[in-house]
């Protein structure tokens, strides 16, 4: 157990070294092949969707269809990979003419008529903050800013669809777009161009007909304010083009990603854990010692009088593996557990690696549910070959059983939110086609997975125990408070939690903002020390549990190894209620269910790996227990 301590140490130096180096140049791979542009060739502009990046719990929506907003003249739609559809995303093509190298000092796109509610739509919007993401060469445009660390130029993900003015007490919206698009010349000098850099400066004109502001930057110049009295507005734009020739193309998504102020939290967030880390390792390791009774240099070894009255938990031998209550749910459990564990995993490794990375939109989702669906072998293996441990014979139904329960519950959870986002019109509502995608991929795919699993699993030789169960029960003792179940889950949740709180901060913090969130080497390290510690605190727990001669480990420690999820979730809750403000029952009630659904699946996740170390050591401790 020592060498699986230090393996798993060694291995989170290398990543989190990993993870630090690349903090500072922020290396990915991109998502897509670089697109040349000859001089006067049409570059498209895609329009995404509004999303709030304020104090508030809010759905996204799509741009184009916005009441206040021009339409394009024809829907234009294009293809998007299953992950980008699950994200929200609903990109149109928009009738912004952009040529290649052609400056526009201004256009008129269109004078759309409001309504008196689509007015009243715009201010809200406004006033809670919503950012406007569109993508031009796969670029989100976004509007710059320099940040106060290292002074570089930085991106983030869009721009304001406008602003409140407290002084005015009156909200303006940006009508006139001012795109600067950043370009590199082609090194082989074919005139081919690469674009390196979208920046857009929204500004706010009054703007009564079809015409153009001369200059929008002139100061005192008109707003354009919103209120019940306007009865259209007109956007416009002007197009700059660039030359750049400090970014290249391969490195042009490092203003978006490479941000370092929050380097030192996410520091003193691994410096944590590891010392966290360290504290359970060392009492695991006591333990260890004082339960075996391994002998360890400069202790006499004669001394062995504080070792009897500890020793009670070794006369539960007979009991110990008697098999549990529910176990073929058990058995499910921890198989579902190993394969969102692996896709967790597998999915961070990627990220952290920098193949995943938001210039490979929807990279993230994609490759999970590929890896998911493809984990489905290991969650079959192994619930069937727990399944047999127990005595049980029929495999099939258990291996139909693993497939549907874990990944038909969350299919159907899918379904039901999405009415919910469908009645408000959201962004992230997700389309027919989408669905029928997923069900095929989950029947005709993961099902078989599953089932290919558990039939090696099931031809596997069962788990064997090194002692026999015996035939009588032995009773328990009443326990001490804290070590009935639901206070030992509850106490054990806080010392995992503890090292992953200011990692589930950032996080949050990200999520409702218009930075990209690029840290996945410290959330993969972050990770691998929850579950690590997650681990040890179940093993910590199981010894204090036999110890008051209670044996009923199987279900407990698959609990308490997932107990940390408690605390996650009522830290996503504490995060809404303090920092975030609740904008509509549905938003309020999308989050709650989002939050309880992420916690419990990573629950079940660290409850089965903590489950599976468990178990092996149980297996371990009684052959040498028996041995003596
Ligand atoms: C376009 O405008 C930019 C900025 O004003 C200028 O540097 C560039 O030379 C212009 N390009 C053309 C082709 O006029």
Redesign the pocket.
């Given at each position: 157990m020592l060498a699986v301590c230090s393996l798993t140490a060694t291995l989170l130096l290398l990543l989190l070294s990993a993870g630090g180096v690349r903090q500072t140049d922020a290396f990915y791979i991109a998502g897509n092949a670089p697109q040349h542009y000859l001089l006067d060739d049409t570059v498209p502009v895609y329009w995404n969707k509004v999303y709030p990046a304020g104090e508030r719990l809010n759905l996204p929506y799509p741009y184009a269809d916005l009441p206040f907003v021009c339409h394009p003249a024809q829907w234009e739609l294009p293809y998007m990979n299953l992950g980008r559809s699950m994200a929200g995303d609903q990109l149109v093509r928009s009738d912004i003419q952009i040529e290649m190298?052609?400056?526009e000092t201004c256009k008129v796109l269109c004078r759309r008529q409001v309504t008196p509610d689509a007015v009243e739509l715009a201010l809200s919007l406004i006033r809670d903050q919503y950012m406007v993401e569109w993508f031009i060469d796969e670029l989100p445009v976004s509007r710059p800013w320099v940040n106060m660390y290292d002074r570089n130029k930085q991106y983030g993900d869009g721009f304001p669809l406008g602003y409140y003015d407290p002084l005015m007490d009156s909200v303006f919206i940006y009508n006139h777009f001012i795109l600067q698009i950043l370009y590199e010349k082609s090194q082989t000098g074919s005139g081919q161009r690469l674009i390196v850099g979208v920046e857009i400066y929204p500004k706010s004109v009054e703007n009564h007909g079809l015409m153009c502001p001369h200059d929008a930057s002139i100061p005192g110049i008109h707003q354009q304010g919103l209120s019940a009295d306007i009865s259209g507005i007109t956007y416009t734009y002007s197009v700059?083009?660039?030359e750049e020739t400090s970014v290249s193309w391969g490195k042009r998504w490092d203003s978006y990603l490479s941000f370092n102020g929050d380097t030192f939290i996410h520091w003193l967030s691994i410096g944590n854990a590891s010392v966290i880390l360290a504290l359970i390792a060392l009492t695991v390791a006591a333990i260890a010692v004082r339960a075996l009774s391994i002998p360890i240099p400069f202790r006499n070894s004669d001394d062995t009088s504080d070792q009897d009255d500890m020793s009670g938990w070794k006369q539960l031998h007979g009991d110990v593996f008697r098999a549990p209550e529910n176990e073929r749910l058990l058995a499910i459990l921890v198989g579902s557990g190993l394969q969102v564990l692996c896709t967790i995993a597998g999915v961070l490794l990627l990220a952290a690696l920098g193949i995943l990375n938001p210039s490979f939109p929807g990279g993230l989702v994609s490759v999970g549910i590929f890896l998911y669906v493809f984990a489905g072998l290991l969650s079959g293996y192994t619930s069937a070959r727990i399944y047999r441990t127990f005595g049980q014979e029929e495999w099939r139904r258990n291996a139909i059983q693993t497939a549907v329960l874990v990944p038909g519950g969350l299919y159907l959870l899918l379904v039901l939110l999405n009415f919910f986002n469908w009645a408000k019109g959201s962004a992230t509502s997700i389309s027919f086609g989408v669905f029928i995608t997923l069900l095929t991929l989950w029947v005709c795919l993961m099902g078989p997975m599953v089932v290919a699993g558990a039939y090696v699993g099931e031809r596997r030789p069962a788990f064997s125990h090194p002692v026999h169960t015996s035939a009588v029960r032995r009773t328990i003792p009443k326990p001490v408070w804290y070590m009935r179940s639901l206070p030992s889950v509850l106490l054990a949740g806080i010392i995992p939690f503890g090292t992953i709180f200011l990692q589930e901060y950032l996080l949050l913090q990200y999520m409702w903002g218009d930075r990209f969130y690029y840290f996945y080497g410290f959330l993969g390290a972050s990770f691998l020390l929850l579950a690590t510690v997650s681990v040890l605190v179940t093993l910590a727990m199981t010894y204090f549990q036999l110890c008051s001669e209670d044996y009923r480990w199987w279900w407990r420690s698959f609990f308490v190894g997932g107990s940390a999820s408690i605390y996650i979730f009522a830290y996503t809750l504490l995060h809404c209620c303090i920092r975030l403000g609740i904008s509509s029952p549905v938003s309020g009630f999308l989050y709650l269910v989002h939050a309880l659904v992420a916690s419990v699946v990573l629950g079940v996740a660290l409850g089965s790996i903590s489950f599976m170390v468990t178990y092996y050591a149980m297996r371990k401790v009684f052959k040498i227990v028996k041995v003596n």
């Open positions: 190298g052609r400056n700059m083009w660039q």
